[in-house]
């Protein structure tokens, strides 16, 4: 079981607008700003898409957006595209014990 | 453009030392701006982060395997390199090696080698 709760799928319509939570605990999500986005297409390296809760890399499209609320970190996928199908991941440090955790990850799925 | 690429044998047998080596290419490993981690996958299911080490050979490990882990750094060779021992089935996944910047995010992946612990 990972240490931050993601749902198992998400699904919208190429144009729509997505959100995938990450929910951890005071001690990692709720305690700090190092929350961090991934996509993974399954084969391939997994891509940084955001970082710091909030920031994206360069390169990054700006429909991917980040926040938090407290325990709970949220991605957005804005105009929902083909490609954006993929397997996402949060992570945050936590210190519990000074590490990091992942989430489960969530399949996202453009219907 | 740094990329990262694993290396390593995909199947271990159980009690003996997984060992994974990974080559950064278009970049220094020098770079002190960054750490340069392991990450592993179980089959179905989420992401564990194992350790992290500085070119300077000095490391930092997940605190549920610091006892089996060892992790090194070839700064000639630009690799760094990941030991694991008394491996079980357990630690059957696909292992990735990664770029991690100074606030615990990961801005480089390989894409990942899968290691199968089997007799």
Known sequence: QSALTQPP?????????????????SSDVGGYEYVSWYQHHPGKAPQL?????????SGVPDRFSGSKSGNTASLTV????????????CNSYTGSNN?????GGTKLTVL | QVQLQESGPGLVKPSQTLSLTCTVSGGSINNGG???????QHPGKGLEWIGY???????FYSPSLKSRLTMSVDTSK???????????????????????GPTWYFDLWGRGTLVTVSS
């Open chain 2, 53 to 59: 080490i500085y070119y300077s050979g000095s490391t």
């Open chain 2, 34 to 40: 960054h750490y340069w981690s392991w990450i592993r």
């Open chain 1, 78 to 89: 804005s105009g929902l595209q083909a490609e954006d199908e993929a397997d996402y991941y």
């Open chain 1, 9 to 25: 799928s998400a699904s919208g319509s190429p144009g729509q607008s997505v959100t995938i939570s990450c929910t951890g605990t």
């Open chain 1, 49 to 57: 898409i955001i970082y710091d809760v909030t920031k994206r890399p």
């Open chain 2, 78 to 100: 630009n690799q760094f390199s990941l030991k694991l021992s008394s491996v079980t089935a357990a630690d059957t996944a696909v292992y990735y090696c990664a770029r991690e």
């Open chain 1, 99 to 103: 590490s990091v955790v992942f989430g």
